[in-house]
């Protein structure tokens, strides 16, 4: 598939999910960008435009598995969200397939004590 296509697919695909889901300060939204060596996660609050919390794999030690690592962002964005008072969020995994990476993350964060 031509790259700009790919793009393009991509874009449709988070701006069906984001006419959906919206953060609040009670309820952010943890929003996941992968990209082909580093993964970054964030939870915003949507109502009054900032980040409550964010966290990526430039901050972790590499040499693990990509997978690995996802989910040492994800353990790191749940203890964060958890040390800012938040529990619940909703889950915007960015126009990407909810598996591999973004499972990992996602099954991280709320093994940390996010529930979405």
Not at 25 to 44: C, D, E, F, G, V
Not at 76 to 86: E, H, K, S, T
Request: contains cysteine; charged residues 30%; proline residues 2%.
């Amino acid at each position: 598939m031509d790259p700009s296509k790919k793009r393009l697919a991509r874009h449709r695909r988070q701006m069906r999910i984001r006419k959906r889901v919206r953060g609040t300060a009670t309820r952010p939204r943890l929003s996941i960008y992968r990209s082909n060596k580093h993964m970054y996660a964030q939870l915003i609050d949507d109502v009054a435009g900032h980040t409550i919390a964010a966290a990526s794999s430039k901050e972790t030690d590499g040499g693990d598995s990509k997978t690995a690592v996802a989910s040492k962002v994800g353990a790191l964005i749940g203890q964060r969200a958890v040390d800012a008072g938040v529990t619940t969020c909703v889950f915007d995994r960015g126009g990407n397939r909810y598996a591999g990476r973004v499972a990992a993350l996602a099954e991280a964060a709320r093994e940390s004590g996010l529930k979405f």
